[in-house]
């Protein structure tokens, strides 16, 4: 599975979009850009995935750029709920057992 | 909502003692999987099932076991747990047709004393 990169922490303002960007540039053909958080003391949570439009889901929008090596995960209004790990994940969609990797994520600090 | 339950939250065991951990889901999916979370290490997979009575070893098996005899059903044993086996459980699971969709439930604090 290709690796990923986020930066370490984030703020957003409650009430503002938050725009989480990864990087993925060695992400091959036939892989996916998987989001998950974990808030605090929590089990992660799938939040969308994709893998060359874009797509939204009731939680979120992933946008993926044209060339796939990178993409943002938005939050359209954040909400102090919304603090947690954000974790970015590239992996072809069926690959068997092979486990998800979770890097180190972005610390996301929604405040008030 | 899919729902990804564990028998407890927390658990304290002594060493040596024989340990068993409880996921139930309720979306009959095929795949169930058991990592545990260490500050710094991020989730390792232990153990994973792909269907009834099928099992594969993960990353980090040694220590552990699992049973599924029935689909919405996955243990993980700790045949005599040790110090070093004090971590947070995290069951999941996902379908099929989309293996990367994983749904986890909400964790067991185990400690070994």
């Known amino acids: 599975d290709a690796k990923t990169t986020q930066p370490p922490s984030m703020d957003c303002a409650e009430g503002r979009a938050a725009n989480l960007p990864c990087n993925h540039s060695t992400i091959s053909g036939n892989e996916y850009v998987y989001w998950y958080r974990q808030i605090h003391s929590q089990g992660p949570q799938y939040i969308i995935h994709g893998l060359k439009n874009n797509e939204t889901n009731e939680m979120a929008s992933l946008i993926i750029t044209e060339d796939r090596k990178s993409s943002t995960l938005i939050l359209p209004h954040a909400t102090l709920r919304d603090t947690a790990v954000y974790y970015c994940i590239v992996r072809a969609r069926n690959s068997g057992n092979t486990p998800l990797v979770f890097g180190k994520g972005t610390r996301l600090s929604v405040i008030a | 909502d899919v729902k990804v339950t564990q028998s407890s939250r927390y658990l304290v065991k002594r060493t040596g003692e024989k340990v068993f951990l409880e996921c139930v889901q309720d979306?009959?999916?095929?795949?169930m999987f058991w990592y545990r979370q260490d500050p710094g290490l991020g989730l390792r997979l232990i153990y994973f099932?792909?269907?009834?009575?099928?099992?594969e070893k993960g990353d980090i098996p040694e220590g552990y076991s699992v049973s599924r005899e029935k689909k919405e059903r996955f243990s993980l044993i700790l045949e005599s747990a040790s110090t070093n086996q004090t971590s947070m459980y995290l069951c999941?699971?996902?379908?099929?047709?989309?293996?990367?969709?994983?749904?986890f439930g909400p964790g067991t604090r185990l400690t070994v004393t």
């Open positions: 979306m009959d999916h095929e795949n």
């Open positions: 999941a699971s996902s379908s099929d047709r989309e293996m990367g969709e994983q749904y």
């Open positions: 099932s792909y269907d009834v009575k099928m099992k």
